[in-house]
């Protein structure tokens, strides 16, 4: 068993050459995160990403597969056609299934979670060979064989109608798994095997969106890695009035990560808002794209995957005027106004409670406030649009089917996502749309930002 430890993150940085430890502390709060936290190397991140997935296994997946009720889980892929899940149980180097790759986790009580592998590539160290190979035919025979043997009361299976997450079994290799259980003995008394196929959407969902106390040591150090490139983009050092366009800042970020080795999870968008050119407040999103002009207001969407562990930030940024050393004070309050948005989303946070009544509570807390909000937040971990509750859409903020009435556990992780629309009186009256994304941690009595949250404007001189 592998337990948390504080000197986690600092045993990641130790891995680096002493020149290139150069981070600081990260600020709480603030314009800007002014240094960028030290990535590993490639060779250098196997050892934490497979420390933390052993943690995983060994500590949350037994209490998961009790609360789900399945005794045995059975995740089974093909290259090129990966179970979302998948990759989230296997350790580093692994990049894909390979031809025909089976996984069973089977609980045995106070044993623990048995891990095999019914594959022609091992997995040492995280899961038992059960299978010395042949051909295909006698690799589905030796599952069907294991299966027996242990007899479970419902075999988990990754099929759902509703939620990508949990269908990650292909209806090829559904067919051919319940087949080959019908070919299988059953004890007397007891259903067939194949009647004991049950969806394990819930599992899946839970597996995916929970984080661990090793996992939430490391997740502020690539959540800062987001944030300190942004802080680049949005800088004289990238920006040059009149010349740089919203395309040559997002490309600008795109590179950096790629050059930094940390690849980004969707195309970065950039944009801009001017004085004299408004919006109708009903529209979903305000901006443009073009040449960046003095007095601009620019918007930023990037997501990055550093050590398994996905981001999603938005961040907002203004170019000086001639004069100039800070916002104009309208802009100031707006991004005040976003803040004080956030903080009644996520004052709704409770254990037990669904996507959809958060939503429903915050836009009724916003209302009372006269903010004109809209809540797009969805859960982040393994993936920038993770499993778990949907707590509003863009395009719907009224209540979600099925992921909005997933309820709310403890340790779980978010993108807290929205915009707000504020008249800006130095614009004379037009409207500014103040869009804003935070990655933050729900640890069952609150939320906190993890690696702080945008409270002043970056400001392009």
Do not use: C
């Amino acid at each position: 068993m592998i337990r948390p430890t504080v000197t986690f993150v600092l045993a990641l940085a130790s891995a680096l050459p002493v020149a290139a430890q150069v981070s600081k502390p990260l600020p709480a709060q603030g314009r800007v995160i002014s240094s960028l936290p030290a990535i590993l190397p490639e060779r250098g991140r196997v050892e934490p990403v497979n420390r933390m997935l052993s943690d995983r296994l060994d500590n949350l997946l037994p209490k998961l597969m009790r609360e789900a009720g399945i005794d045995m889980w059975v995740i089974i892929n093909r290259e090129y056609v990966e179970d979302p899940v998948y990759l989230t149980l296997v350790p580093e180097p692994v990049f894909a299934a390979r031809r025909t790759t089976m996984l069973v986790l089977y609980d045995r009580g106070e044993e623990g979670i048995e891990r095999l592998t019914v594959s022609r590539y091992p997995l040492r160290g995280f899961y038992e060979s059960a299978w010395e190979g042949g051909s295909n035919e006698e690799q589905w025979q030796g599952l069907g064989k294991i299966i027996a043997e242990r007899s479970p009361k419902k075999i988990g299976i990754n099929t759902s109608p509703q939620w990508s997450f949990g269908d990650g079994l292909t209806a090829s290799l559904h067919a051919k798994l319940v087949e080959t259980l019908s070919s299988m003995p059953a004890a007397e008394g007891e259903p067939p095997l194949h009647a004991r196929l049950v969806s394990a959407e819930r599992l899946a969902v839970r597996w995916l969106e929970s984080r661990t106390a090793l996992e939430l040591e490391v997740y502020p150090q690539v959540v800062a890695i987001a944030r300190a490139v942004i802080g680049e983009a949005f800088s004289s050092k990238v920006i040059t009035p009149g010349v740089t366009t919203t395309d040559d800042v997002a490309w600008y970020i795109r590179q950096r990560y790629a050059e930094l080795g940390v690849p980004v999870w969707f195309m970065p968008y950039v944009n801009i808002q001017r004085k004299g050119t408004s919006y109708e407040l009903d529209e979903a999103f305000f901006g443009a794209s073009g040449i960046i002009q003095r007095g601009d207001v620019l918007h930023t969407d990037v997501g990055i995957t550093y050590l398994r562990m996905s981001t999603d930030t938005q961040e907002m940024g203004y170019v000086l005027r001639a004069g100039e050393s800070e916002a104009p004070e309208g802009l100031v309050n707006a991004l005040r106004i976003g803040n004080r948005w956030q903080d009644l989303l996520t004052s709704q946070f409770r254990t037990g409670r669904a996507g959809n009544q958060i939503l429903a509570a915050a836009l009724e807390a916003s209302q009372a406030e006269k903010i004109l909000g809209t809540v797009y937040t969805h859960p982040i971990g393994f993936h920038g649009h993770g499993a778990g509750p949907t707590i509003g859409m863009w395009d719907n903020q009224g209540p979600t089917p099925v992921q909005g009435d997933w309820l709310l556990s403890p340790l779980t992780a978010y993108a807290i996502e929205g915009d707000v629309r504020v008249a800006v009186p130095e614009w004379d009256g037009q409207y500014v749309q103040i869009k804003l994304e935070q990655s933050a941690v729900f640890d069952g009595t609150g939320v906190r930002y993890l690696a702080g949250r945008q409270t002043k404007w970056h400001l392009v001189e």
